[in-house]
């Protein structure tokens, strides 16, 4: 303990000594290792990020979107025959209660959301329709749709391939299944692609799920009581994570895992409000999103430009393919892997369907897009559409709620801090497992992953690193390489599971539990 | 004629007046079978990090371990060193509930439950743990203040 106060106070006090007269200084270090980190980094990211041939299409969204595709073919649209008893299964209907006080499916979706649920749908979807227009909302549903079926095989082979334990912890993830499935279909590679697949999941931990979250929460706070360093940021969200993830305090981790659902809520609910008050908009707003997904209303790129933003902005939002989910449905309770399958198909939905929607209808509705009044088509503003004050990002959805409700930008920074820091706390639990994967379990060697995850909370509020963000977006969407390839060859095995529980079900063999 | 007397325990006084209470119709009815049940408070819709999610089993082996050795042992130890026909489980879940589907189960004549004195306010405006099993019980229970 005594060591990692010392971590702390040096790390503090680094920050203290920047005064104005180093800051200069500071900055140009800052500068150089932006642009070393850039130049090492930089073909990888181009790699993942490099468009198709001949269009603008990014082909690592291509491939999320084409394997959801083949997903939801080849187990017969899943994700619209087994909604119902998705739903069933979540409500505890299917369980034994003589299990009572393993994790339930509910527990095990929640975990996940929460993990899911945050910046993305906030501010990624205010950047998809700020760039390709309401008719983004339409590929965005669609690919969020299409994504259900990615997450059912991924979830399904999680709990299959999982790691149980003597003590009765479990460990689960893609790299359990890859390596275990491929041993069991006899396919070479398998250890090979589970150590990348680790390897990219460690690098997404600390820069997507946390640097990324440190950085924009950072932006939020300093945006509402004013400018100030962010390593004070950085410091106290280490402070908080470090004593939950490190500390165990519990209480505190309980405590955000029962806000966050609840400003999920209410974020929802206040887009509902907002929709009715606006009732005789709706009609008209999603006459924008089905006209501009074809048409694309003026946007730049017409409706490729609209497709590329809302099916990139469904890939990152609920991370179908990615493989992150699988790690965190894996702890659940069930005979039957594929339950937790039917479960996870509902994730997308709830992300992407629902939430990022909303978000969406509430800015088109609210009138801050500008529209050419001769025309009808969108006003741009570069490549931008432009919009009433200049706002992107997260400021375009925090301006779309205040013009509805004018206090609502308060809660909205309130619930992005807290999404984010919910986003940090089960990123670091990917990270840890796909770290322990590597180099085995043990308590001081989680110390170290943990610590490492620390310092890169502070890191990140810090500095605006450019670079190291685009890695880490990279290093996440390199996770669903990996995983993907894995999924097509083990998706036979999913599919004997379906069409076995299928049959059961069918017959009556397995039973709901309540009367 | 035999019977099942089914005794909520909660670890406190009010458990151990429902199980003194129990214990004293055993021994007046002569032949009855006495079940001592303990329920850990315990939602299925409750929120947990993925950590706690994964260490939830060993968990959840560590709180039975803790309430049978502590309360239910001793207590059907007690009762067998009186002579009475005694047996104890442990489970998770909902109190009210789960009691009352052991009842069911294990086709028990009578709940026996000890009220605890120190209700609060929630208990107050949502209906306490006792309330929700007098409602819903399916056999007689009886409450000891």
């Not at chain 1, 209660?97 to 527990?107: I, K, L, R, T, Y």
């Amino acid at each position: 303990m005594k060591f990692l106060h010392r971590v702390f106070l040096t790390l503090g006090l680094m920050g203290i000594t920047i005064s104005p007269a180093l800051a200069e200084e500071a900055m140009s270090i800052d500068a150089k290792v932006n642009a070393m980190f850039a130049t090492a980094t930089g073909p990888f990211v181009s790699l993942i990020f490099a468009p198709l041939p001949g269009t603008s299409f990014p082909w690592i969204v291509m491939w999320l979107v084409v394997a959801a595709t083949v997903f939801t073919l080849y187990f017969g649209f899943v994700q619209f025959r087994f909604f119902r008893h998705a739903i069933s299964l979540v409500k505890g209907d299917y369980s034994d209660p003589n299990d009572a006080g393993e994790v339930s499916h509910f527990q095990a979706l929640a975990t996940a959301l929460s993990g899911t649920v945050g910046l993305g749908n906030i501010a990624g979807v205010a950047v998809a329709v700020g760039i390709g227009g309401p008719g983004a909302t339409f590929w965005m549903i669609l690919a969020g749709l299409l994504g259900m079926a990615s997450k059912f095989t991924e979830c399904t082979l999680g709990v299959k391939y999982r790691n149980e334990y003597a003590d009765g912890t479990v460990s689960g993830g893609p790299m359990y299944y890859i390596s275990k499935g491929f041993k069991e279909k006899g396919l070479p590679g398998g250890k090979v692609l589970a150590v990348l697949f680790s390897i990219f999941c460690i690098l997404g931990a600390l820069g997507g799920g946390n640097m990324f979250q440190a950085n924009q929460a950072h932006a939020q706070i300093s945006g509402i009581v004013g400018d100030y360093p962010g390593w004070i940021t950085g410091l106290a969200f280490a402070a908080i994570v470090f004593a939950v993830i490190v500390g165990g305090m519990k209480s505190i981790a309980r405590v955000t895992e029962k806000v966050v659902p609840f400003m999920g809520i209410m974020y929802v609910g206040a887009a509902l409000i907002i929709l009715l008050v606006n009732y005789d908009k709706i009609g008209w707003a999603f006459g924008q999103i089905f006209e501009g997904a074809f048409t694309g209303l003026g946007v730049a790129g017409g409706f490729v430009g609209a497709l590329i933003q809302g099916f990139k902005r469904a890939a990152f939002s609920n991370e179908a393919g990615v493989g992150s989910a699988a790690i965190a449905h894996s702890a659940v309770k069930t005979k039957e892997p594929i339950t937790e399958g039917f479960v996870s198909l509902l994730e997308p939905l709830i992300d992407t369907v629902i939430i990022c929607t909303m978000t969406a209808l509430v800015i088109t509705i609210s009138g801050q897009l500008m529209i050419d009044p001769v025309s009808g088509n969108y006003m741009l503003d570069g490549s931008h559409i432009a919009t009433v004050g200049g706002n992107t990002g997260v400021a375009l959805t925090s301006a779309a709620f205040g013009s509805g409700i004018s206090w609502f930008p308060y809660v909205l920074a309130v619930a992005v801090v807290l999404f984010a820091f919910s986003t940090m706390i089960s990123w670091s639990y990917y990270g840890l497992k796909s770290w322990t994967y590597l180099f085995g379990e043990g308590k001081t060697k989680e110390l170290i992953f943990k610590i490492i995850f620390c310092v890169f909370v502070v890191i990140g509020a810090a500095a605006s690193l450019g670079p190291v963000i685009d890695f880490s977006d990279a290093a996440i969407f390199a996770m669903a390489v990996v995983n993907i390839i894995g999924l097509y060859f083990l998706m036979g095995l999913v599919k004997q599971e379906l069409v076995s529980y299928s049959a059961r079900l069918k017959s009556g063999e397995i039973k709901k539990f309540t009367e | 004629m035999s019977m099942k007397l089914l005794v909520g325990l909660d670890g406190h006084g009010s458990g151990e007046r429902a199980l003194a209470h129990a214990k004293m119709l055993a021994e007046a009815v002569g032949s009855c079978e006495l079940l001592v049940v303990y329920v850990i408070e315990w939602s299925p819709y409750s929120f947990q990090t993925a950590e706690e999610n994964a260490e939830r089993h060993k968990r959840r082996e560590e709180e039975i371990g803790t309430a049978t050795d502590r309360v239910v042992a001793p207590a059907v130890a007690a009762l067998k060193d009186a002579g009475i026909n005694a047996s104890g489980i442990v489970r998770h879940g909902d109190v009210a509930d789960t009691l009352n589907r052991i009842a069911a189960d294990e086709k028990a004549d009578q709940i026996i439950v000890g009220r605890s004195s120190d209700g609060s306010v929630a208990d107050r405006i949502f209906g306490s743990t006792i309330v929700n099993l007098v409602m819903s019980a399916k056999v007689p229970v009886t409450v000891l203040s």
